[in-house]
């Protein structure tokens, strides 16, 4: 009993300890926030923590006219932007955005019962939801505040007798090859790339006649709106105006309304159902891949980590069919990979790789989706993962593959996209419950060419860093490639469920 009273004595010392450590470290400051055309300025409570600059979220909220619940018990708060309601705990790094999951590389923190959250970062992390875009100077501490530029106004439904016509009202016009019109389950997905949505708008608005439900999303680079129709559509065409982009659906009569809330059909579960996998081991053969400074290449490590991975995921999902695109020390073109992957049936699709940077001391897991490099980093490992095409036969058939226009395309036709982001923040997520021995620097998006053209969730992941000696050290061991591969697994197999429970 003496032990266990020592115990938490030391307990309740210890923290008290990091408590008054960390409100010695704090400097107590405030933030002045402008909002563009406005001569108007707000300031708002504000600390600085090891050069840190955090806001108070109640007081930044009310200032923005947010909407905001705080529950002291457990110190969560919710903030509603527009049709996005946010959801920030204290000393938690994730920010739950209606459904989605997103990670700040620091958390926010409770002082005298109050959030603060780290500002830079936090508006970062909600970048595409944050409905403003802004400047900071941080010499000043002013934030200026701008409302985001939206060019996809609204919508209008224009129902015919056997009909349909979709009206996106736009403040500039765009071209056919940048819409995508794809319809799946009973949705149709209209996807506009340079798009930027009235979120609020759209949302505030009302599905009528064979418009049952109508949901929008905002990408960094296009816009999403999915619309839930109760009728089997036979024919589609996509007119584009100066001022509005047209959807125009045909139906026939003789074609019986679908019933939306009736269950989904068989056909329409297996597609869903996630029954088939390939494994990329990147690289391989006369493509060595990175080379560590010890000579460690990269297509051995990825051979390796992919060939326990496929164990792994046979007997945690022994119904489904895993397949390796490599089994051995072999050169497989970029193309051959998607060829595999598609004619195989696969429901996903998972290349391993290991970054590499001249900067030795970089370090870290990371996971990439097909889309348009947004940093210098994701460029240098887009061309170095691109860089196998040199090795082949008919390299310069990928030329136009590499043109920025065609990744846009890509991303556009891409139907996927969601759900290829999804699985990538799962990933994540395990390989930080899995292993502590590599930072964490998230999910971004590149033009893979090994992406492109894939009927199916992609993800690339960067399983550390060849470059640096500490981590190649870590990639050789059998133990961490078990521990990567573990982590791959476990992220695959929560989103396999989510998906398939979403089917039932």
Not at 240 to 247: G, L, Y
Not at 267 to 282: F, Q, S
Not at 434 to 450: H, S, W
Not at 461 to 485: C, D, H, M, W
Request: net charge positive; proline share 4%; with cysteine.
């Amino acid at each position: 009993m003496k032990r266990i009273f020592k115990f938490f004595s030391f307990l309740i010392i210890l923290s008290l300890f990091t408590a008054i450590k960390i409100r010695a470290s704090i400097a107590v400051t405030s933030l002045t926030v402008r909002f563009e055309k406005d001569t108007a300025q707000y300031t708002i409570s504000a600390i600085e923590q090891e050069g840190v600059l955090y806001v108070s979220l109640a007081e930044f909220s009310d200032v923005l006219g947010f909407g905001r619940f705080f529950n002291p018990k457990n110190k969560k708060m919710v903030v509603r932007m527009g049709n996005r309601a946010v959801k920030v705990s204290a000393f938690n790094p994730f920010l739950m955005v209606q459904e989605t999951v997103k990670q700040m590389p620091l958390p926010a923190i409770e002082i005298r019962n109050e959030l603060y959250v780290p500002l830079g970062i936090f508006l970062e992390t909600l970048a595409g939801d944050f409905p403003y875009q802004s400047t900071f100077q941080p010499e000043n501490k002013i934030l200026t505040l701008w409302k985001i530029q939206y060019n996809i106004k609204n919508y209008t439904l224009e129902h015919k007798k056997n009909g349909l016509v979709i009206h996106l009202h736009t403040l500039r016009t765009f071209n056919p090859n940048e819409v995508a019109v794809a319809l799946t389950q009973g949705w149709l997905h209209v996807t506009v790339y340079g798009g930027t949505l009235d979120t609020l708008a759209i949302f505030s608005n009302t599905p009528s006649g064979i418009v049952q439900k109508v949901l929008s999303y905002q990408f960094d680079h296009s816009a999403q709106i999915s619309f839930l129709l109760t009728q089997q559509i036979q024919e589609k065409r996509v007119t584009c105006f100066s001022n509005r982009i047209e959807i125009a659906l045909w139906y026939s009569e003789r074609v019986p309304p679908m019933k939306v809330e009736a269950p989904v059909l068989p056909d329409v579960k297996n597609k869903w159902v996630i029954d088939a996998i390939v494994i990329d081991p990147g690289h391989g053969g006369k493509d060595p891949g990175a080379i560590g400074s010890s000579g460690t290449k990269e297509k051995e490590i990825t051979l390796a980590i992919a060939t326990r991975l496929k164990t792994l995921l046979e007997n945690r999902l022994p119904n489904t069919r895993i397949e390796l695109t490599r089994t051995s020390d072999t050169f497989v073109e970029l193309e051959k990979r998607r060829q595999f992957a598609n004619g195989r049936g696969a429901k996903l699709f998972i290349s391993i790789h290991v970054n590499a940077n001249t900067q030795r001391s970089l370090r870290g897991f990371s996971t990439y989706v097909l889309g348009v490099a947004k940093t210098k980093e994701a460029i240098e490992v887009a061309q170095k993962e691109n860089s196998i095409v040199e090795l082949e036969k008919t390299s310069d058939a990928y030329a136009e593959f590499q043109a920025t226009e065609y990744i846009l395309n890509a991303i556009a036709q891409n139907m996927f996209l969601k759900e290829s982001q999804d699985l990538a923040r799962e990933i994540n997520t395990a390989v930080r419950q899995y292993t502590n021995m590599t930072l964490d620097r998230g999910v971004y998006q590149a033009g893979f060419l090994v992406l492109l053209g894939l009927n199916m969730p992609a993800v690339l992941v960067e399983a550390g860093y060849i470059s640096n000696p500490a981590e190649e050290r870590l990639l050789k061991t059998r133990t961490f490639q078990q521990k990567i591969a573990e982590a791959l697994c476990e992220g695959i197999v929560k989103f396999k469920k989510q998906c398939e429970w979403a089917m039932k």
